[in-house]
């Protein structure tokens, strides 16, 4: 008994299954519905430069499906048009680089 007790467990205590705890906010979001499937585009095409735009980040990363709140079938697609765009030097691997500012060093004299 000794031992339960050091190790923080208790029969008072109530178990971790017994549901939802009642302090937590519950975020009742709607998932966003497929880009593709929404207008009935069959596939994700890599010479359409402009629909693949929204889906590269600012620094030229591939957002993920949480993201961009397309299918997994459709995401696939697009993350290969995306790479054959890049092949095809239809759109960058990379983003501007916009490094921050920094003060310049002062030289201990």
């Known amino acids: 008994m000794a031992a339960r007790a050091k190790r923080g467990k208790n029969r008072d205590a109530p178990s971790s299954s017994a549901g939802p705890r009642k302090d937590r906010k519950v975020l009742d979001r709607r998932r966003r ?17 402009t629909q693949l735009r929204r889906f590269i980040s600012e620094r030229g990363k591939i957002k993920g499906r949480g993201n961009t709140g397309t299918c997994r079938k459709h995401q696939k697609q697009v993350a290969v048009s995306i790479k054959r765009a890049r092949e095809m030097a239809l759109l960058p691997y990379v983003g501007d680089s916009q490094e921050p500012q920094t003060r310049p060093r002062r030289y201990a004299e």
């Open 33 to 49: 519905s497929c880009f593709f499937c929404r207008e009935k585009i069959a596939a994700a095409d890599y010479k359409n430069i």
